[in-house]
């Protein structure tokens, strides 16, 4: 099995079917750690649930984004991590942490990119007036929301849509590719 790091900071609901999708088999890997970085993510609560290990690092106890990373580098080595999920991290990430685990970290982000990069993901494509959006799961490289492109999933955008309703619809497919594409590395 992988052994995983995921990394979050907020409800963790893509943590969640991860962790489902390693209990019912789907996924041949193990989540060592789950490190958040706020004090109130649902994550935490998800992970104790799960019987999985979770460590806060708050960013706010850091003085630069590049000594946060060298804290969750060395948490990832402590507890034997091959393999980082970033399921809903929002800190920028570092040289420190892509040199530590290259192409070795992925992330899930609520757009087609390289549309609507960055914070807000789904208020941009609403914005922008797009038909369609969706989610991508890709590896992680310095410039945000720019590594290679492992899977995709599209998403209509219906005329009474609101940010709420939108990113409903976005996280069911979230959940559908973020485990489908671990079980793929899972598989070499
Ligand atoms: C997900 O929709 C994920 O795509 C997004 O945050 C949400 C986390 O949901 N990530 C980003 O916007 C990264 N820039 P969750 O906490 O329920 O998994």
Redesign the pocket.
């Known amino acids: 099995p992988i052994k995983l790091g995921v990394m ?1 900071s ?6 969640e079917v991860v962790a489902q999708a390693i209990a019912n088999g789907q996924i041949n890997a193990k989540i060592q750690v789950l490190i958040y970085n706020n004090p109130k993510a649902k ?1 935490a609560v998800r992970a104790e649930n799960h019987g999985v290990k979770s460590v806060l690092l708050n960013h706010r106890d850091f003085k630069t984004r590049a000594d946060l990373d060298r804290q969750i580098v060395q948490t990832l080595r402590q507890h034997d991590v091959d393999f980082v999920i970033m ?4 800190r920028l990430v570092t040289q420190e942490l892509i040199d530590a685990f290259p192409d070795r970290i992925i ?4 757009s087609l990119l390289p549309s609507f990069k ?2 807000r ?1 789904v208020e941009q494509a609403l914005a922008a007036g797009v038909k369609i959006t969706g ?1 991508t799961v890709h590896l992680v490289c310095l410039a945000v ?1 720019s590594g290679p492109i492992l899977m995709q999933a599209a998403v209509p955008i219906l005329p009474d849509d609101t940010v709420e309703t939108l ?1 409903a619809r ?2 069911v497919q ?1 959940h559908r590719i973020l485990p489908l594409a671990i079980a793929n590395i899972g598989n070499g």
Not at 10 to 15: L, R, V
Not at 107 to 110: F, G, K, L, R
């Open positions: 979050a907020g409800n963790g609901s893509n943590f994550a399921a809903g991290w929002m992330n899930i982000h609520p960055g914070v993901a989610c929301d990113h976005i996280q979230e």
